[in-house]
């Protein structure tokens, strides 16, 4: 679906939720800032959010890997969005797998309130199971858009963010020492081996 941002400047302003998903390096918080400042240029009130931990490359903005960036209001939960959302046309969410689940509650009440609601955040995790409350919130939204990175095994399409240090807790803030994007094939094939490997050790 194409959003025109004319149709988020009228009197009767109709709500909607647009999810921006897939792994590390695919380019997720890029399209949110590109729609973000699309919207800043058709003079529509903008206002962005991200969580509080998030601090990798800025406390106070949304920096996506290749450094473009936008001012954006760091928030400790979810509830805090409706508190702090002013008098607006678009909300833009970053990192939302990071979130309680009570983000998906408040993206619906933003939408029915009549803001278009832009949140970008991994699909996955690590391991390659849902990542928190992501599922919801796609599973709600007016459009879905899944961005693909390039997997550095083989050049297919990537399908999750591979961990590359010893680490078992699902949130864990990282960039390329941590972490790399790997197809579903080579990811499989990495589970394999780590199998293996951990079969030889018993």
Request: with cysteine; charged share 25%; net charge negative.
């Amino acid at each position: 679906m194409i959003y025109f941002e004319s149709n988020f400047n009228t009197n009767g302003k109709k709500g909607s939720i647009e999810v921006i998903c897939g792994s590390m390096f695919s380019g997720k918080t890029e399209e949110l800032i590109r729609r973000l400042k699309r919207a800043k240029f058709a003079k529509q009130r903008v206002e962005i959010f991200k969580p509080a931990i998030d601090t990798r490359y800025s406390d106070g903005e949304v920096v996506s890997h290749d450094h473009n960036s936008i001012v954006s209001t760091p928030v400790d939960s979810s509830g805090n969005i409706l508190l702090l959302t002013g008098d607006v046309d678009v909300v833009g969410i970053d990192e939302a797998q990071f979130f309680d689940e009570g983000i998906v509650e408040v993206c619906n009440q933003l939408a029915k309130n009549g803001f278009r609601v832009i949140v970008a955040g991994l699909d996955m995790d690590f391991r390659g199971v849902p990542f928190g409350p992501m599922p919801a919130l796609m599973a709600i939204a007016d459009d879905v858009t899944k961005e693909h990175a390039v997997c550095v095994r083989c050049g297919s399409p990537a399908y999750v963010s591979h961990r590359l240090v010893a680490d078992s807790h699902q949130v864990l803030l990282g960039e390329k020492t941590e972490y790399e994007p790997i197809c579903r094939h080579c990811f499989e094939a990495e589970k394999n081996k780590q199998a293996e490997t951990a079969k030889e050790k018993q």
